[in-house]
């Protein structure tokens, strides 16, 4: 099972273990890890029920991260299904862990784990879910840049409450690398957004809604649109040709 769902463990994860055994803190962080793997197993065993291809699942000391190989015009509604499995199967895990396992501290970890991932913030489930929903009614750019403004604000404002209020270092420096994946984010939007529309270019999509655009970069997800009274594969075509 490990291996057909690709499993893998950053090498970090392997420090933090051992900074776990030597401080005789095993019992918590194995709570926490079926909390963060089950977390993981939801996305994946949702995802390959929707016929997407797996690429890995990589645990981290905080949280894991699930690839897959998917087109950028995914259906909007599977994305969201995909993504809320997570935390679904999170529940399910703690109500399982809770009723053999009678610590208070599993329910710490598990609300902990599940307001945090939820956060809006694009790294995390509730940031991909905030994007998701704005594309709903939002352009592909449009969505992408107030999805990045908005989790911006939210680790400044977690960061924040982190040195005023909480006082809490590691989540200072949780904040401090989301910051540094959001840029990663913003830095690739580039070459999401070039697949995005050469999908679009090389496969039939059918999508019912249609709508007129005013250039190639006000395109929306599950659209077919009409530029300069072109259908969009003659525009793509001449836009793709000339950009050799």
Not at 48 to 69: D, H
Not at 102 to 111: A, E, G, M, Q, S
Not at 168 to 178: A, E, K, Q, V
Request: charged fraction near 15%; glycine fraction near 4%.
């Amino acid at each position: 099972m490990i291996n057909t769902l690709k499993i893998k463990f950053d090498n970090s994860f392997y420090y933090f273990l051992l900074l776990i055994i030597i401080t005789g803190m095993f019992k918590e962080f194995s709570f926490v890890f079926l909390l963060l793997l089950f977390h993981e197993l939801g996305h994946a065993i949702t995802g390959i029920l929707f016929k997407w291809k797996l690429v890995s699942i990589t645990i981290y000391p905080y949280g894991g991260v699930t690839i897959f190989n998917k087109l950028e015009n995914s259906s909007i509604i599977k994305e969201i299904i995909i993504l809320l499995a997570g935390p679904f199967m999170q529940i399910i895990t703690y109500l399982v862990l809770n009723y053999f396992f009678k610590y208070n501290y599993i329910k710490v970890y598990h609300l902990s784990i599940l307001i945090f991932n939820l956060l809006p913030i694009l790294s995390l489930d509730g940031g991909r879910l905030l994007n998701l929903i704005l594309n709903k009614f939002l352009n592909y750019l449009t969505s992408f840049y107030i999805s990045i403004y908005i989790s911006i604000l939210t680790i400044i404002l977690l960061m924040l409450f982190c040195i005023f209020y909480f006082k809490n270092l590691n989540l200072f420096l949780m904040g401090i690398f989301l910051i540094f994946k959001v840029i990663d984010s913003l830095k690739n939007i580039k070459y999401c957004y070039h697949k995005f529309i050469l999908e679009r270019f090389l496969y039939d999509f059918k999508f019912n809604k249609r709508r007129v655009s005013k250039d190639i970069y006000s395109f929306y997800m599950e659209n077919i649109h009409y530029i300069d009274f072109k259908d969009e594969k003659s525009y793509l075509r001449e836009y793709f040709k000339s950009s050799r």
